[in-house]
C-alpha cells in the first residue's frame, strides 16, 4: 500500500500570502492518479484538483497543483479568507487497486 | 447534477453490524460513469476509503478493512450500502459515499455525511 505523507501538518499564513502545501508518496505514483481536495469544518471534501495539476470545475486559478514521481505540491498563490481549511491529496494505486489519502495539511490564519 | 444521500442508524452497539444506505439522484447508478464508494473519517482525523463497487457488482475493499466490510448494490432503487461487522469504538466516524472517478481517479461528488458511534 503506498503511504502518503503531508507536510506541514499545520500552516499559518495571512490572507494574499502564497500556500505550499506538500505530499510525499512512499513509491511512485503516476501523475494521472493523484488528487487534492479541501475540507471546511462539518463540510465533506471538495475536489480542487486531479491528474496532479488539472483544476476541477468552478476552482479558481489561484489553486495550482504539481509534481511527479513521489513529489506532489498544491499551492495557492493569494489566499483568500475562505482558503482556511483542511487540505489532503489522494492517490489510485492499480496493484492492487486501491485508494489512499494523505493525513492532511490544516491551513489557518495567522 | 449528482447527489447522494447517506441513511442509516446513528448509533450501533459494539460487536454488532453497522448499516448504511447512500441514495443517488440526478444520475444512474448503473450509468458505467463512477464506482461507488464509502469514505469515513473519524473525529478530528483523517479519511479513510473503505471500498467501492461497480453497477455490475465488482467490489473493491481496503485491505485493513476486508475480512469486516460489504459493499452492495441496488440499482432497481439507485442505491447503494455498506456493512461494517463486529464493530468497536474505533469504528466511530463521519461515514460519507462518494462517486469516483476511476478514468480520472479523483471523487467527483459527495454525500453530506452521517456520524456513527460505537457504544453500547
Known sequence: EIVLTQSPGTLSLSPGERATLSCRASQSVSS??????????????????????????????????????????????????????VYYCQQYGSSPPGITFGQ??????? | ??????????????????????????????????????????????????????????????????????ISVDTSKNQFSLKLSSVTAADTAVYYCAGYDSSGAKFDYWGQGTLVTVSS
Open chain 2, 1 to 70: 447534477q449528482v447527489q447522494l444521500q447517506e441513511s442509516g442508524p446513528g448509533l450501533v452497539k459494539p460487536s454488532q453490524t453497522l448499516s448504511l444506505t447512500c441514495t443517488v439522484s440526478g444520475g444512474s447508478i448503473s450509468s458505467g460513469d463512477y464506482y461507488w464508494s464509502w469514505i469515513r473519517q473519524p473525529p478530528g482525523k483523517g479519511l479513510e476509503w473503505i471500498g467501492y463497487i461497480y453497477y455490475s457488482g465488482s467490489t473493491y475493499y481496503n485491505p485493513s478493512l476486508k475480512s469486516r466490510v460489504t
Open chain 1, 32 to 85: 494521472s492518479y493523484l488528487a487534492w481536495y479541501q475540507q471546511k469544518p462539518g463540510q465533506a471534501p471538495r475536489l480542487l484538483i486531479y491528474g496532479a495539476s488539472s483544476r476541477a470545475t468552478g476552482i479558481p486559478d489561484r489553486f495550482s497543483g504539481s509534481g511527479s514521481g513521489t513529489d506532489f505540491t498544491l499551492t495557492i498563490s493569494r489566499l483568500e479568507p475562505e482558503d482556511f481549511a
Open chain 1, 104 to 110: 492532511g495539511t490544516r491551513l489557518e490564519i495567522k
